[in-house]
């Protein structure tokens, strides 16, 4: 059940607490299903740095990167910046994050060029190849996987152009090989969800894991994090099957229908994004169950229409990633240019979505 009546408008001091990113959330008041976030727009609940910059070691700026970079003002009109996109931007995720780096760019004056691999790490070697033949001064990539980028790396620093990865990290060395890697505790998001399912099954459950891509640090540190979880503090709940599903519902939802098959009593579900979260249900509900009643679910992103399932009882908790990039990366730059200079690891604040805040995220426009 939600906090507040479906319809009604939210309390300022509820909608404040709710948002983490109070500096940018200025939708109080508004009620809806929350379309204008899901635009990408970065007034809404933007993100906010976790925890403070000076304890994540030393800074890196334009004079201490790679020996020295060409110095750039972001925000003079002339400065062409090159955004690599890993996955199609039919995913909310992708698409909320592309439209924020977009409007930020508008914003500054910046002259952007872009490219989307579309879950290919080769096209996006050489999308990033060609943005900097095409004059990129500096890129922001969203990685398709940890360690494939290592050819569009050496050549951006073969040609002192940095680069700031966002959401997920790459192999190398923090300014040297990159700038920083701005994203998510995606540790720390698995153990929430680890104990949110502990407490929705009464610590005794057999539970399936939906695991993301291979290949990436969010799957590795999604998995290893609510594992290590179950392991340290609940004896009595059980993995018995972890399987990829690609970050993707069509394969959420097959691989979901394989695990059924095969375990039947399967009582809780651990979907390492949204996507796959969809298809689970679909899978779920075909096999003549019940979600959130006969199997519950906790998954992790907090895209539109899995809030509203948390609200409508079919999943549990949804562990929020913000994918509003776009304010903190061009800050992040404007500091790499500057004095201030940035952080190897700078890890943003996520929302936490459950039965007694879903419905006020949503009336709130606070998810995408």
């Known amino acids: 059940m939600s906090a507040f009546p479906r319809g009604k408008a939210v309390p300022a001091t509820a909608l404040a607490a709710l948002c983490l990113a109070a500096t940018a959330c200025t939708n109080s008041g508004s009620t809806g299903t929350g379309n204008t976030a899901a635009a990408g727009n970065n007034s809404a609940a933007a993100q906010q740095v976790a925890s403070p910059t000076a304890s994540a070691g030393p800074a890196c700026t334009d004079q201490t990167y790679n020996g020295g ?45 872009e490219r989307n691999a579309n879950a290919d790490v080769n096209a996006q070697n050489s999308q ?34 940095p680069v700031l990865t966002i959401d997920r990290t790459v192999t190398g060395t923090a300014c040297s090989d990159f700038i920083a890697f701005i994203g998510s505790n995606f ?7 680890a104990d949110d399912l502990a407490q929705a099954t009464g610590s005794t459950a057999k539970v399936a894991i939906l695991s993301g891509t291979p290949g990436n640090n969010v799957s590795t540190d999604r998995t290893d994090g609510f594992t ?60 003549g169950k019940t979600p959130g009643k006969d199997v519950k ?4 992103d907090g895209i539109q229409q899995a809030v509203q399932d948390v609200a409508d009882g079919k999943v549990v908790a949804d562990i929020e990633t913000n994918p509003r990039f776009g304010p903190l990366a061009f800050q992040s730059l404007q500091n790499f240019y500057g004095t201030t200079g940035v952080q190897p690891k700078v890890i943003i604040k996520d929302n936490h979505f459950t039965d007694a805040n879903a419905q006020t995220a949503l009336n709130g426009g606070l998810v995408y």
């Open 69 to 113: 970079v060409p110095q750039l003002n972001i925000t003079d009109g002339k400065t062409i910046v090159g955004f690599s996109q890993s996955e199609s931007t039919s995913n909310p995720f992708r698409a909320t994050e592309t439209a924020s780096i977009e409007e930020q760019a508008k914003s500054l004056g910046v002259k952007l060029i």
């Open 187 to 193: 540790y720390g998001q698995a153990q929430i969800a």
């Open 297 to 300: 679910i906790v998954s992790i």
């Open 228 to 287: 290590a979880e179950l392991k340290a503090k609940y004896p009595n709940m059980t993995v018995v099957a972890s399987q990829t599903a690609n970050f993707d519902q069509t394969d959420g939802q097959k691989v979901m229908e394989q695990l059924l098959q095969a375990h039947p009593d399967i009582n809780a579900v651990y979907a390492e994004n949204d996507e796959m979260a969809l298809g689970a249900i679909q899978a779920i509900t075909a096999a």
């Open 128 to 161: 990033i190849e060609d943005m900097i033949a095409q004059g990129a001064q500096v890129l922001i990539v969203a990685p398709e996987n940890s360690a494939g980028l290592g050819p569009a790396l050496a050549e951006a620093k073969a040609k002192k152009i």
